[in-house]
Antibody
């Protein structure tokens, strides 16, 4: 059974940084593209970033480009999101999601990690 | 990367059918047959109910169906049941390895 477990969320001051992790199990992690999707409190889902299987290719939403960095360690079966220069509007639950191997949708999601940006 | 447009809310009685629209542009919904729909219960992670416009993952009831015409995709739920009450989000591949979600629709079963 595929499991994705996020960690690393918390309260951070504006301008601060945080690294989110997503530990994956039950799959050959390196075979799959992985994503981060966020959801502000009471708001909708927003796609944030994607990384390919070997970590050599990444893409970002315009709203986070230059501030967020997605990466992965396939030896540790772990996905990361380094979030810098945080703003109040980055406050959200951050989900990691697995892209299906032969398609363009997300077939497994983690439970989410809450990031709160506040002074 | 503008969000796809969905109605804020829809409602229906048990046994009825409801449709949720998702409007994008020729750069996302209209340009690719890669629209997916996600069901999200409060406080839970999303779950895919439709992918590639109209395909259902195993385990999703055939009451759920999807379609697309031009830049607008639709999710139809027939034979509404109380357990279908949730938030629903469309998502489309938008080219250049980017994706875009809709703003979400709250489905109320009356």
């Amino acid at each position: 059974e595929v499991q994705l477990v996020e960690s690393g969320g918390g309260l951070v001051q504006p301008g601060g940084s945080l690294r989110l992790s997503c530990a994956a199990s039950g799959l050959t992690f390196s075979k799959y593209w992985m994503h981060w999707v966020r959801q502000a409190p009471g708001k909708g889902l927003v796609w944030v970033s994607r990384i390919d299987g070997d970590g050599g290719s990444t893409t970002y939403a315009d709203s986070v480009k230059g501030r967020f960095t997605i990466s992965r360690d396939n030896a540790k079966n772990t996905l990361y999101l380094q979030v810098n220069s945080l703003r109040a509007e980055d406050t959200a639950v951050y989900y990691c999601a697995k892209q299906v191997g032969s398609g363009y949708f997300f077939d497994h999601w983690g439970q989410g990690a809450l990031v709160t940006v506040s002074s | 990367q503008s969000a796809l447009t969905q109605p804020r809310s829809v409602s229906g009685s048990p046994g009825q059918s409801v449709a949720i629209s998702c409007t994008g542009t020729s750069s996302d919904v209209g340009g690719y047959n890669y629209v997916s729909w996600y069901q999200q219960d409060p406080g839970k992670a999303p779950k895919v109910v439709i992918f590639d416009v109209s395909k259902r993952p195993s385990g999703v009831p055939d009451r759920f169906s999807g379609s697309k015409s031009g830049n607008t995709a639709s999710l139809t739920i027939s034979g509404l049941q109380a357990e279908d009450e949730a938030d629903y989000y469309c998502c489309s591949y938008a080219g250049s390895n980017t994706w875009v979600f809709g703003g979400g629709t709250k489905l109320t079963v009356l």
